[in-house]
């Protein structure tokens, strides 16, 4: 109970500076902030872009919400693992093959099955340019592939990269905004390339709405 209270305060004040320091808003172009579950699939240039993603949703629907994240990194420590776990309840993957010992698909379908909505960044690495996407990898085809009925939105968070840049730690005020576009509908048949390639062109699309 303790440890639920705590993570409630830190989770707020995450939330809080995380809005101090950006100013984030969200955008809700393409649907409404309701209760249904989804997959937010975002572009990804820091640390930090699940947290403005997860601010930017309503009480209801964040407490529902887990980002997928490495463990590499959210178990590094107690403090980031007390954050990742109890403040975030991440999804927490091992990407590196060689040492995983649970699927990451299985591991994200299993959240999916118990009600989640997941924040998901299908470049799978840091993209340190806004100009393109790196290539999708297969982890989204496959969770649309294992529950269709799962909505699949894109969101494009703006100018986190600037704020957060790689390497340092302090951030540098500047204004952001996460938008949320229309959700991808899965097509029956269409192969896993196929399928990439229009949750690309999708993603992309929604940037250069944004930026006009």
Not at 130 to 135: A, K, M, R, V
Request: glycine share 8%; net charge positive.
């Amino acid at each position: 109970m303790i440890r639920r209270a705590l993570a409630g305060i830190v989770g707020n004040a995450i939330s809080l500076f995380a809005r101090v320091v950006t100013a984030v808003r969200g955008v809700w172009q393409g649907i409404e902030p309701i209760q249904k579950q989804r997959i937010y699939f975002a572009n990804h240039g820091s640390n930090g872009d699940f947290v403005l993603i997860w601010t930017v949703l309503p009480p209801a629907l964040r407490r529902q919400t887990r980002p997928v994240a490495g463990s590499d990194y959210w178990l590094k420590g107690k403090l980031k693992t007390f954050v990742g776990r109890e403040v975030f309840n991440a999804v927490l993957i091992d990407r590196n093959p060689s040492t995983r010992t649970h699927d990451p698909i299985a591991q994200m379908v299993e959240a999916l099955d118990g009600g989640a909505s997941l924040i998901l960044f299908p470049e799978g690495t840091r993209n340190l340019t806004d100009e393109t996407l790196l290539p999708f990898k297969p982890g989204l085809f496959h969770l649309a592939e294992a529950r269709p009925n799962v909505e699949l939105v894109p969101t494009w968070i703006d100018n986190l990269t600037s704020v957060m840049p790689k390497g340092k730690v302090i951030p540098v005020p500047l204004l952001c905004s996460v938008t949320f576009g229309t959700p991808l509908e899965v097509i029956d048949g269409e192969d896993k390339a196929a399928f990439l390639a229009r949750a690309e062109n999708a993603l992309g699309d929604l940037a250069k709405e944004v930026a006009r």
